[in-house]
């Protein structure tokens, strides 16, 4: 349904905060009835730009026109009774509703102050119908995984009426299989007459889903373009200016040390089925271990167990040949283990403390912080600050809370802070969720050292292209079982697809 229209005009947008000017002269034209892909590096200015479109900042300077109107937003709100909606890179629902009250929640169609569920369901069922997008109403949040979460969040949008749809990174945290899902019903949207705008650091998908690219960088547009008229590295190199980065490469070889060794592990489920069922590895020294699966099927849980925050009901964990299996979190830490989580917001970060805080956060024991009783501040903030450049951190300093960092920043600062506590076994989860391709080449690059200094790491991944890349070994969970165990050399996106997705033909190993 592309047409000439612009359903979102914005204009020489300015908007800065202390120390940082994150948007200077941004014009973005988006034609009603396309998608419309926004790329730029970490801390760029795409998801500013974006909450400035969505009413939730106030630009310095600029105007924003919808669909040939001019508005100032004060409020997201104005901006929803415009027909803007906005999806955020970090989900914002409130975990002990259902899917029906968080839809519902801030827009009931309420008579005499009471809600309206019932019409509010039907209204919905229609939605979901024609979008495609299906999640069940009555089911508690907290239940769901990551990719229905997405689909809770876009409904929601659909809910309030909007007709051009913001999307900031709905790809980060998607399984490959997700994402066609989610990209076909992106489609059914605009051909309905809906206005996608995305932003992603994936250029494959750039390529193929947008009709039109916004190129942001160092806060200023710099190019639109077509998709079929550049190529990856060209893009990348607009973005960036740096060339693709590889995951492959190893000159070391992996040891004979076990510094982790999983035997017969089993978890109780909330219902009768187990989330882990007999799961066994082992992962030596200077080995990276990959697990591929589609979220839910165990390895959160398999995680959990591993650092000590879920109790198994059987089997093992040895860490470096101690049994840990009853240990505390803090015992498995001291005794050398160290977690990126799968969620930097809810596991990862204490978003209104300072940097050097959070860099800080489970190295308190480490004597290098340690003055008498207290902790040693001035050395814990040039630790910060150490990391802060070692990690290419984006910020004015140490002293600003989490929240002021860009997303794919607050990933660097968190790989960062677990690579710097010199761990002998490392559980990654998704260690590049967020980042952009010159950051993820640089992750990318302090996993491969630090496993070729000793590091056994538990990698988790749903970028195949990573996974495969950095493994030495794959395994693949389905329904809380390894449903598959490859060499990085047969695995294939497509076969690793397969096994995830719960087939299990044999493959020679
Ligand atoms: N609330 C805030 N307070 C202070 N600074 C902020 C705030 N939000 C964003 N910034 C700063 O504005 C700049 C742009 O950030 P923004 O989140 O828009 O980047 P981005 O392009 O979305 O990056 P990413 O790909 O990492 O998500 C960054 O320097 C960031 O630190
Ligand atoms: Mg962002």
Redesign the pocket.
Known sequence: MATDTLAVQLSGIE?R???????HDVNLNVRAGTIHAIV????????????TLYGM?QPEAGTITVFGAPHVFKSPSDAIAAGIGMVH?HFMLADNLTVLENIVLGSEPAARGVVQYDEARRRLEAIMDQSGTHVDLDAPVSELGVGQRQRVEILKVLFRGAKVLIL??PTAVLVPQEVDELFSNLHRLVTDGATIIF?S?KLDEVLTVSDDITV?RA?TTVAEVKPDAVTRSKLAELMVGSELPSPHGRTSEVGTTIRLSIDGLTLAGPGEKHVLDEVSFEIREGEVLGIAGVEGNGQFELCEAIIGLAKPMSGHITIDGTDVTHASPHERLIGGLSYIPFDRHREGLLLSAPLWENTLLGRDADEQFQKGPFIDAAAAKADSRSIIERFDV???SET??A?????????KLLVGRELSSHPRVLIAAHPTR???IGAQAAIWEKLRAARDAGLAVLLISADLEELIGLSDRILVMFDGRINARLTPAEATPELLGTYMTGGVQEVAS
């Open positions: 908007k905060f202390p120390g940082v000017i994150a948007n730029g590096e970490n801390g760029a200015g795409k998801s500013t730009l974006m909450k900042h890179q900031d990174e932003i650091h942001i806060g984006r910020t004015p600003v809370p929240y002021a960092l860009s997303g794919g920043n607050q990933q967020g980042v952009d």
